[in-house]
């Protein structure tokens, strides 16, 4: 769909507003002002029946929240406005620049926990992973000899140059320099290279732009040899990539690696990051102008719909979602979720 047809599309909703929303279930609790039962009276109140809601997100949930779109905003008749910046960026609107958003969702759940919690809100879902690749030119310096046995060899040569995003904004960013960390990080007695191969692959390494989703320009248009960013994000593209190991790339979501992912540690805009397996968060804010429909979104992301566009992105679903015990769970979220203190290695 061009942007073209989808302002207009928006245009539409937004004047038939909530005629065509279906009824509405469970409750928000304390955070939306009332319950979603009241909303449903005659005529409902302005947060049920919002005809738009706004939803701040990380660029590697561009792809498969655009695919989601369409299909929301014709079962509920609401108009979804997007905006795109790292997980870190996106926090930040809210607790610092004094935004609302209806829903935000990031690709570390833990900006939710550690920046968000609890006075911009008391819950969170993790619905989905993600792994760290390595994207390339056919052009590139050693792209005709890179594999996934050698790649840091390549990576570590001379006049070579790897972009990554912004570690202070964007998640993509302090896992790239990570996962570059942990490869001289032993793990049962192995890695992958010494100090010094880390050194130069350190050298090597830029900060070209703020979030991942621009890293793919820079690599096409030859400012960049290599990019470290998410395996959703380069299996979309039409580039070469390498599929890193297990060992770096921070898609393991267990103990043994979770205690290995640790080791890696990166400061960055004035907060500390500690290595852990990807996890992505979503959450209704407390600032919510529109909350019932925030939940209706996180529902829809955490169901079939939502999973078969994160799944026709690159993204792998977190079957079942996981939620807070802690928190006003929307009851149309917690009826598709499990409610734990951890998911797997990690706190909630």
């Known amino acids: 769909m061009s942007q073209e047809e989808q302002r207009s599309r928006r245009s539409l909703l937004k004047a038939t507003g909530a005629l065509g929303a279906v009824g509405l279930a469970g409750c928000m609790g304390s955070q939306s002002g009332g319950d979603e039962t009241t909303a449903e009276g005659a005529g409902g109140d302005t947060a049920s029946g919002a005809d738009s809601m706004t939803i701040f997100h990380a660029g590697s949930l561009a792809p498969p929240f ?3 779109e369409p299909d929301f905003e014709d079962e509920y008749g609401v108009a979804v406005e997007r905006e795109a910046k790292g997980s870190v960026g996106s926090t930040k609107k809210i607790t610092t620049q004094g935004r609302n958003a209806d829903v ?16 911009y809100g008391s819950w969170y879902a993790v619905f989905a992973t993600n792994a760290m690749s390595l994207q390339y030119r056919e052009d590139s ?12 060899e390549i990576l570590s040569r001379d006049d070579v140059t790897i972009g990554h995003s912004d570690p202070a904004v964007d998640p993509g960013g302090y896992r790239a320099v990570m996962s570059m960390q942990l490869g001289k990080e032993q793990m049962d007695g192995e890695r992958l290279y010494d100090q010094q191969t880390f050194e130069k692959i350190r050298d090597n390494m830029t900060v070209p732009t703020g979030t991942e989703t621009k890293l ?18 380069a299996s979309q593209s039409g580039l070469p990539y390498v599929d890193l190991q297990p060992h770096v790339d921070l898609s393991k979501l267990n103990q043994t690696y979770a205690s290995h992912y640790a080791k890696a540690k990166v400061e960055a805009g004035g907060n500390s990051y500690v290595g852990a397996p990807i996890a992505y968060g979503i959450t209704v804010p407390s600032v919510a102008e529109a909350p019932v429909r925030g939940a209706q979104w996180v529902e829809h992301m955490i169901t079939d719909p939502g999973r078969k566009a994160l799944e026709s ?19 149309r979220v917690a009826k598709h979720a499990e409610a734990k203190t951890s998911v797997g290695p990690l706190e909630l």
């Open 66 to 68: 655009s695919a989601a």
């Open 104 to 119: 935000l969702g990031v690709s570390d759940f833990r900006l939710i926990r550690d920046m968000l919690l609890d006075e």
């Open 141 to 152: 310096p050693g792209a005709d000899e890179i594999g996934p046995d050698n790649w840091w």
């Open 216 to 233: 793919e320009g820079q690599l096409k248009s030859g400012k960049l040899d290599y990019a470290l960013y998410y395996r959703s994000i």
């Open 313 to 331: 992105k690159g993204l792998i679903p977190k079957q079942p979602a996981v939620v807070t015990k802690d928190g006003d769970v929307p009851d």
